[in-house]
């Protein structure tokens, strides 16, 4: 079992950055592949980037393919997700999750946990 915290959310203008924090805990943290999601008012929750379980492999949607970077730090417990360059629509409540599974997964279906969700704002 893993329990998860996001951390980094905010108000900023668009064109700024955010560095959004997962932190895990649990003894099995790297056997996880990790995902951020965001679900914005009024939307259904999207799929915003994934990480396999070493960081060897990420994925991310097409809306932020290129602004956004996934990282996690095993060691730490840690997954982060860097967001540059953003836009208004970026305004949502993101997610972090866990999926046990060697398969990096894009459907939140497949993940078993969640955190909470840290709001991020941003405006034009």
């Known amino acids: 079992q893993v329990q998860l915290v996001e951390s980094g959310g905010g108000l900023v203008q668009a064109g700024g950055s955010l560095r959004l924090s997962c932190a895990g805990s649990?003894?099995?943290?790297?056997?996880?592949?990790m995902g951020w999601f965001r679900q914005a008012p009024g939307k259904e929750r999207e799929f915003v980037a994934a990480?396999?379980?070493?960081?060897?492999?990420?994925y991310y949607a097409d809306s932020v393919r290129g602004r956004f970077t996934i990282s996690r730090d095993n060691a730490k417990k840690m997954v982060y997700l860097q967001m540059n360059s953003l836009k208004p629509e970026d305004t949502a409540v993101y997610y972090c999750?866990?999926?046990?599974?060697?398969?990096?997964?894009?459907?939140?279906?497949?993940?078993?946990?969640w955190g909470q969700g840290t709001q991020v704002t941003v405006s034009s």
């Open positions: 999750a866990a999926d046990w599974t060697l398969v990096v997964a894009t459907s939140g279906r497949e993940y078993d946990y």
């Open positions: 649990g003894r099995q943290f790297s056997n996880y592949a």
């Open positions: 990480i396999s379980r070493n960081g060897g492999r990420t």
